[in-house]
Structures are given as C-alpha cells and as structure tokens.
C-alpha cells in the first residue's frame, strides 16, 4: 500500500492536481475528486507512518485548505457563467421538474438567510453543481450564496481529508482503510443525495 500511494506525496504538485480536479467536477461531476482527497490524506497518512520528512507528505492543513478553496472557486465560476447566461439555462431548468424544484427549494432557503441546502448540496452526486448553476441562473445575490458556498467546500474538504488521514491511522495503511474511507464518503453523499430529494415544505 506504501509504495502504491507513495507517488501521491512525492511533491507539492499534488495540491495542483486536486484543485484543478475540485475545479473542473462543478462541470463535469463524474470526475473523482473526493475520490482523489481521500487517497492524498490516505497515503499522507501511510508516509507519516512509514517516518518520512515532513516535506515529503501533504500537510493535511494545507490539503484541506487547497481543497475547499478549489470548491469555492468551481462554485463561484459556474455561479457566474450561469449569472451571464441565465436565461438560456432558465430554458433548461424548466424542462426538468428535478432541477425546477431544486432552483425553488435553493432559492427560498436563501431568502429565509438559511443555506444548509447549499451544505448538504456539496456532499450529494451533481448536488454541487445543480446549487451553483440554478443560483447563478435566479441571480440570487453573491452575498447570500458565497458564504454558504464557503462553510459548503471547508466541510467537504475537512471531512474528506479526515476520512482518509484517520482511516489509514486506526485501520493501517492498507486498502482496507482506503476502502472504509471511501464507503464513508459515498455514504455521505447517499444521505445527502436522499435528503435533497426529499418533498418539503418552503417557508
């Protein structure tokens, strides 16, 4: 498993490689993005244990803070370009009742000052990009989003760097520990994913 995962920490470009990958899954969700933050903090965890020098392994501080910025980033691009384009993206929402009734239920949580939707939305399969597209297309206002869009990506990061620093140091550093971590995130989006499809009530 060491040597495996060795070449994830074999230098500061693996930061690049995660935000860029964070970046672009706003656009195209079947990227493995989370995938890709749990195996970085996994195998950082495999190299502090191996006793490698520190700047040999990601700092998971560092990891983290790459990541949720990365997811801020990704939020406020595809934000604005539907901001820019919204009424030919208006066209398409409307033709799905899925997407129809995420705008609806992104929008009054907003205007209630409430955006745990937007939190949730982050863990869910596309969640993150149906939240920032449809913001971006109703114009609800960069100060109510951002923020949300901020707590949305530290908590992503933050629980997805935890998953696999902590999994591979209770469970070692093998692929068992990988695998519970990723099962963990999965389940995450699962529950998100059921909790964001479920009918209520605005207001």
Known sequence: MLESLGWLTAGPWIYAVVAASIVLDVFLPVLPSGVLVVAAATA????????????????????????????VLGDLVAYRLAWAGSARLDRAIARSRRLTTAQERLG???ARGGGLLVVIARFAPAGRSVVSLGAGAARHRARDFLP????????????????????????????????????????????????MRQPRVAG
């Open 44 to 71: 950082a965890a495999a190299e502090t244990a191996a006793g490698a020098m520190p700047r040999d392994v990601p700092d998971v501080l560092v990891l983290i803070l790459a990541a949720a910025t990365a997811s």
């Open 148 to 195: 949300w869009s901020a707590l949305a990506g530290l908590t992503w990061a933050g629980y997805s760097v935890a998953l696999g620093y902590l999994g591979a140091h209770w469970l070692g550093p093998t692929w068992l520990a990988t695998a519970v971590s990723l099962a963990a995130l999965f389940g995450a989006g699962a529950a998100a994913a059921y909790f």
């Open 108 to 110: 009054a949580a907003l």
